[in-house]
């Protein structure tokens, strides 16, 4: 079955360094998407991506967070200048259509920032 | 007021219990609604899709309400193994998409 797969699973790294986050989406879906949950709280939305642009994104997603798809395969989520309340786990998902088709997740990368 | 609310219980039922769990949305352009699972940290999981005429898979009964904008979700003969978050998730068309989570509800259930 096909599945969205990120690396790393758990990332550590230092306050004020950039950490790039991979994902490789289902491969003939159009529509890309990370998320954020930090440990006890809900899944929060940051950006979807279709199209090779950002079509949305949420108030979290700021000036330190950018995304890309550098080849048609991979697709990623940088944070330029790690926070401490950057600590979380990052879900990328996607989606095969428009419209009403469910998004699939990645088990997600568990950032910890020291 | 939030896009998508729920319930965050937790609810502890005994096994072979019906639970039910609640949700409303407030975004008009709203679209598509689901019902994921996620487990202690583990990724949100399709439970199932949420029509307008009502679903229902195995021992899981999806409703939707669109004049309420409200969604529920029926579990009856509950498992041990149905512990876990739910979540209602909502697609909403903004030029884009974008799928927003509610906060999930906690379920428990004993032996």
């Known amino acids: 079955e096909p599945e969205v797969t990120q690396t790393p699973s758990h990332q550590v790294t230092q306050m004020g360094q950039e950490v790039i986050l991979r994902c490789v989406p289902i491969?003939?879906?159009?529509?890309f998407y990370w998320y954020r949950q930090i440990l006890g709280q809900k899944v929060e939305f940051l950006v979807s991506?279709?199209?090779?642009?950002?079509?949305?994104k949420s108030e979290i997603f700021d000036d330190q967070f950018s995304v890309e798809r550098p080849d048609g395969s991979n697709f990623t989520l940088k944070i330029r200048s790690t926070k401490l309340e950057d600590s979380a786990m990052y879900f990328c998902?996607?989606?095969?259509?428009?419209?009403?088709?469910?998004?699939?997740f990645g088990q997600g990368t568990r950032l910890t920032v020291v | 007021r939030k896009e998508v609310e729920q319930d965050p219980g937790p609810f502890n039922v005994p096994e072979g219990a019906t639970v039910a769990f609640n949700c409303t949305y407030s975004?008009?352009?709203?679209?598509?609604f689901f019902w994921y699972r996620q487990d202690c940290r583990k990724e949100p999981k399709l439970l199932m899709s949420?029509?307008?005429s009502g679903n229902e898979d195995g021992r899981f009964t999806a409703q939707l309400n669109r004049a309420s904008q409200y969604i529920s979700l029926l579990i009856r003969d509950s498992k041990l193994s149905d512990s876990a978050t739910y979540l209602c998730?909502?697609?909403?068309?903004?030029?884009?998409?974008?799928?927003?989570f509610g906060a999930g509800t906690r379920l428990f259930v004993k032996a």
């Open positions: 998902a996607s989606r095969g259509g428009a419209g009403n088709t469910e998004a699939f």
């Open positions: 491969s003939n879906h159009l529509y």
């Open positions: 991506f279709y199209n090779n642009e950002i079509s949305e």
């Open positions: 975004n008009s352009a709203s679209q598509s």
């Open positions: 949420v029509y307008s």
């Open positions: 998730v909502v697609n909403i068309a903004t030029g884009g998409f974008k799928t927003i």
